[in-house]
C-alpha cells in the first residue's frame, strides 16, 4: 500500500531561522512526488513536482530534493509569509487516473 | 480565469438530509477529483473521473455518489448525511496526463448535525 508519512507535525521558527520538512514515502514505482502550501481556508496550491532521485527544484526561498524514499523541502531565510500548511503527495506509476496519495502536512509557523 | 470553482462554500445539514456539492472548472482538464480533508490526516480521495463518462471509486467512497455532467462539471452528493461526513470537501483537477499536477478549489466545509 502506498503510505506518505509528514515530519514534523508542526514547526516554529523565527524569521530567518533555516530548516528543513521532511517526506518519506512507500511507493510501487514513483511517477511523481508533488509539493503543495496550503493556506487557511483555501485549497492546496501546486508548488513542486520531482521525479526522479537526486533531483532538485527552487523557488523563491524554497527548495525541495528527492531520494529513493524520501523528499525534503528546504526553507531558507523564512518569512512570516512562508506560514502554511505544506503537503506532500505521491503519484504510484501504474496508476489509472493519476491518483495521489498525500501525507497529513506539516504546519510551518514563522514568527518576526 | 477562475479555474476551480466550488458550490457552496458553507452548509450545515440535519443527519438524514441530502445534498449535492458543486465543481466546476475552466481549466480544460480531462480528469477531475473530490477529496475530503479531517484534521490530522491527508486529503483522502472519494471518487475521481479519468475523463469525461468514466467514474471510479476512491479510497473512501462509502456514502457517496458522484456524477459527471460534462468535461467542465463534476459533482458530488450526499444521499444521507451522516455526522462522520462533516469535513472539507475539495475538488481537484489535472490535465490527466501522468506527472501532471492537480490544482484545487477552495473547498466546501460542511457540517452535519
Redesign the interface.
Known sequence: EDQ?TQSPEALRLQEGESSSLNCSYTVSGL??L?W?RQDP??????LF?L?SAGEEKEKERLKATLTKKESFLHITAPKPEDSATY?C?V?ARME??????????TILRVKS | NAGVTQTPKFQVLKTGQSMTLQCAQDMNHNSMYWYRQDPGMGLRLIYYSASEGTTDKGEVPNGYNVSRLNKREFSLRLESAAPSQTSVYFCATSGGYFNQPQHFGDGTRLSIL
Open positions: 506518505v511517477r511523481g508533488f503543495y481556508g483555501k485549497g492546496p496550491e501546486f513536482t521525479y503537503l503527495a503519484q489509472y487516473g493519476n491518483k495521489l496519495v498525500f501525507g497529513a502536512g
